[in-house]
């Protein structure tokens, strides 16, 4: 099983350039969820989707921010317009159960810096 | 609002030290607490604990939850250096709730 896959490893884009992470999750998961770790606020939660839908986006910083889930085995995460404070490293979950409070499987993250 | 502590929020030790890592929390509907362990990468799954009192062992490492007093604890016996990582805890409601980790440098 490869994991969960997120594109691209690394970005550097400039401030006010929309930016577009993706994620691939393991398959037969039915929830993904997409965080957001720094050095000051640690892993917060973004948004949740399962079976494709967004349940929960109250993580989601500002409208700059959205989330899509076309299908089972893809999601993208877009910021639009960047900022400065918007640097940080993204990773992706997946999860085949309750995935709530069970154990998720964590991508290796993009990590994202705004100039 | 629902909080997840960790403590210490660093900890340096020689290679064979004993350590023992904290996490309490202040949440609404308690379904699980996890601990990950974070090298330089993605989080990877250590533990998880839904019933008080009861230890989940793996190797050298160990983990106990208490719900009446709202915390767990995580040992890891005769460190290595491979054992430097970012552990992190966190609260299952309806989400995960993550602590800030306890960043953890074992030194030959």
């Known amino acids: 099983d490869a994991g969960v896959i997120q594109s691209p490893r690394h970005e550097v884009t400039e401030m006010g350039q929309e930016v577009t992470l993706r994620c691939k999750p393991i398959s037969g998961h039915d929830y993904l969820f997409w965080y957001r770790q720094t050095m000051m606020r640690g892993l917060e939660l973004l948004i949740y989707f399962n079976n494709n839908v967004p349940i929960d986006d109250s993580g989601m910083p500002e409208d700059r921010f959205s989330a899509k889930m076309p299908n089972a085995s893809f999601s993208t995460l877009k910021i639009q317009p960047s900022e400065p404070r918007d640097s940080a490293v993204y990773f992706c979950?997946?999860?085949?159960?309750?995935?709530?409070?069970?154990?998720?499987?964590f991508g290796p993250g993009t990590r994202l810096t705004v100039l | 609002e629902d909080k997840v502590v960790q403590s210490p929020l660093s900890l340096v030790v020689h290679e064979g030290d004993t350590v023992t890592l904290n996490c309490s929390y202040e949440?609404?509907?308690?379904?699980?607490l996890l601990w990950y362990k974070q090298e330089k990468k993605a989080p990877t799954f250590l533990f998880m604990l839904?019933?008080?009192?009861i230890e989940k062992k793996s190797g050298r490492l160990s983990s106990i939850l208490d719900k009446k007093e709202l915390f767990s604890i995580l040992n890891i016996t005769a460190t290595q250096t491979g054992d430097s990582a970012i552990y992190l805890c966190a609260v299952g409601t309806d989400k995960l709730i993550f602590g800030t980790g306890t960043r953890l440098q074992v030194f030959p």
């Open positions: 949440v609404t509907n308690f379904r699980s």
């Open positions: 979950a997946s999860s085949p159960l309750a995935g709530t409070y069970n154990e998720q499987f």
């Open positions: 839904t019933s008080s009192g």
